[in-house]
Structures are given as C-alpha cells and as structure tokens.
C-alpha cells in the first residue's frame, strides 16, 4: 500500500525540491550556499526518517570541488539520525 504524500513535501501546494540544486547552486553558488540549501533541505524533509539526500542524478562537470565538498561535509554534520543529536 503506498502511503501519501506528506504535507512537507509541498510548499505553497507546489512541490517542494527535496535535492540540492544542480543547475545553480552547485555549480555556481559560494560554498557557503551550497551549506545552506543543504541545510534547509534536511530540516524540511529530515524529520519523521525516511529521507535520503541527493543530488539528483549527476554533478555539472563545472561545479567546484569545493562545492562538491560543502556539500558532502554539510550532510555528514546534520544529516545524521537522530537529526540534531
């Protein structure tokens, strides 16, 4: 039986993005927006479990190591279960 959709994953009754965005942020955004939008991720689908965090499918081949490290960094810090131990 599939479960609905919870209310979280909409903002404003449009869907909200539950990934890092590929096409801006990572590629072209400052370490520091990368951290942020990571973030705001967790916090908005992190609770209840059943989250994994992604980055869609690919990573733009411009897209800074740095980046690609804030990112990574960022969910390893407050990604973990139980979210803010």
Same mark, same amino acid.
């Given at each position: 039986?599939?479960?609905?959709?919870?209310? @979280?994953?909409? #903002?404003?009754?449009?869907?909200?993005?539950?990934?890092?965005? +590929?096409?801006? +942020?990572?590629?072209?955004? #400052?370490?520091?927006?990368?951290?942020?939008?990571?973030? @705001?991720? *967790? @916090?908005?689908?992190?609770?209840?479990?059943?989250?994994?965090?992604?980055?869609?499918?690919? *990573?733009?081949?411009? +897209?800074?190591?740095?980046?690609?490290?804030?990112?990574?960094?960022?969910?390893?810090?407050?990604?973990?279960?139980?979210?803010? #131990?």
């Amino acid at each position: 039986m599939l479960r609905p959709l919870r209310s @979280k994953w909409f #903002a404003n009754g449009q869907p909200e993005e539950h990934r890092v965005d +590929t096409q801006r +942020t990572l590629p072209f955004g #400052a370490p520091d927006e990368v951290r942020r939008e990571v973030r @705001k991720r *967790i @916090k908005i689908f992190g609770p209840g479990g059943e989250f994994v965090f992604a980055a869609v499918h690919n *990573i733009q081949a411009c +897209t800074p190591v740095e980046n690609i490290l804030a990112m990574f960094e960022t969910v390893r810090e407050c990604g973990r279960y139980p979210l803010g #131990a």
